[in-house]
């Protein structure tokens, strides 16, 4: 049986929204940041005022342990209890990412990227996905991260692999997402360019995670 989707109009490409929810209602700042999850975001937000309409008819409801049973089960991956082949800071995490680049090291920028094994074991149990009123499967929300961090990917290779960027540093939202053991940093600029040049600031990636010491991108949804 299949979830009722919601008629709204994964990342609408809108980033950069600050979304508000009632009080006591978790943060969404970090996965949000990414265009897919906004719109991801919206749409459970609307299906739950659709919930209240009269005739409305729920076809299937999978409790959400279910769901991420079934999830877990499709992915045929054994559990992880950490992050994977990112980078021990932050800074680092995002040299990397110029470095790789300018060397066009494309199983370098793969390794720097959440995976499906990280989102079902380490990100999705403990982000608002779980709970009302932005509660989403999780091979929903884990398929609109993924396809949009293909296609960001690609974009992204095609525009600047090869190049001399000349890294001069990058900029990030002030304020940190928390979600239980995991932190989350959105907005985030870097700025390239020669010495003498106008420096180009550019978004080349969607958010950043830290969990135990341990950095990897969400996403490389970018401005491409």
Known sequence: MKRVASPFAFYAIALFTTISCKAGARSSTSLVTDSVTLDSVARAKQDSINRTLPGYV??????VEEELRRFRAAIAKDS???????????DSLVRKLVHSLEVSDTAALQAMLLNAREFAWLVYPESPYTKPPYTQAPALVWNQIANSSASGLTRLVRRLAGEKLRFRGYTCSGKVDRQGSNKFWTSCIVSIGEPHETVRARRLFGSIIERDGQFKFVSFANEF
């Open 58 to 63: 729920v076809d299937s409801i999978l409790p």
């Open 80 to 90: 992880v209890s950490a992050l994977d082949g990112g980078a021990p800071t932050r």
